[in-house]
């Protein structure tokens, strides 16, 4: 069956069929970890659509919403590979009335950790993600852990809201030496990259050991090791729910979340694990 590229909303509700659908929310500059999503998507439901827009409201003014890849005829390219249905492509004008008024609000979880950092990011991503899930009307949709505040964020909305929509989180994809996949790193240069390898290094160290302190000490250690080449914005160790930090005393799931400048390029990586005492 041939992909069909929707160009605006009128297209993409042309282009919808009778099964039901996966959507796969993505800014585009797709990578392998993009395409374990969709593959994610496709025994989830009969028809995959894939989102590709670069969401104007979720970058801040210092930040880099028009230097950020775009690479759709290759985007397409893989999309046709990995056997999905719709491209959902639309232009900023067709998401956002001029005279648009009312968005979704994270509330306090869009204002710690990553929030903290990038203020009105996560209202921005909510707001793009609810208009994603009115046009597209997916049964299911899936997001990265990669980026753990955002699926904790929607998962929220979703519950909030009571969004009729269920929320599939898939594994980070990483490269061979732990580099999480960012359509970011094609910014890196090669002395950039092994700088960054750090952060993927510190996580890995971090869940090696057992009590909330250990576990942040140990990681920062290997972070500081890296020197001032890295730029460390924050490391937190949350709840996955609510992305408060947790005490020493707290058992269960808890996310290892960090965020550092590498060269001009900002990266977030994170890992799930779990304290008992
Ligand atoms: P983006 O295009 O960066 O906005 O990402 C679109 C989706 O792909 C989000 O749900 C991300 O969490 C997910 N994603 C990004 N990088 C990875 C990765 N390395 N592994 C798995 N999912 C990812």
Do not use: W
């Not at 230097?67 to 959902?88: I, K, N």
């Amino acid at each position: 069956m041939d992909l069909i590229v929707a160009g605006n909303r009128d297209d993409l509700a042309k282009a919808r069929g009778t099964g039901s659908v996966a959507l796969v929310p993505t800014m585009g500059a797709l990578h392998e970890g993009h395409r374990s999503l969709i593959r994610a998507a496709r025994v989830r439901a009969d028809q995959v659509v894939v989102s590709i827009f670069v969401n104007p409201l979720q970058f801040g003014p210092n930040e880099d919403f028009s230097r950020y890849p775009r690479t759709f005829d290759a985007d397409l390219d893989v999309c046709r590979e990995e056997g999905v249905h719709v491209v959902f492509a639309p232009s900023p004008e067709d998401m956002y009335r001029p005279d648009r008024q009312v968005s979704v609000c994270a509330g306090e979880m869009g204002t710690i950790v990553e929030g903290a950092s990038r203020p009105g990011h996560f209202d921005g991503v909510l707001t793009v993600v609810l208009k994603l899930f009115n046009l597209v009307r997916p049964e299911v949709a899936i997001f990265g852990q990669k980026d753990a505040q955002q699926l904790a964020v929607i998962r929220r909305m979703v519950a909030d809201l009571d969004l009729a929509v269920e929320i599939v989180g898939a594994p980070t994809v990483r490269e061979p030496d732990g580099l999480a996949l960012s359509s970011r790193n094609r910014y890196l240069s090669a002395r950039d990259r092994a700088v960054a390898l750090a952060l993927s290094r510190a996580l890995r160290a971090g869940a090696a050991e057992l009590t909330a302190g250990a576990i942040r000490s140990t990681a920062r250690a290997v972070l500081d090791e890296a020197g001032p080449d890295l730029d460390l914005d924050y490391l937190a160790l949350v709840d996955p729910a609510t992305f408060k930090e947790v005490d020493d005393a707290y058992e269960g799931s808890a996310v290892l979340a960090v965020a550092a400048r590498v060269g001009g390029t900002r990266l977030i990586d994170n890992v799930v694990l779990s304290l008992r005492h």
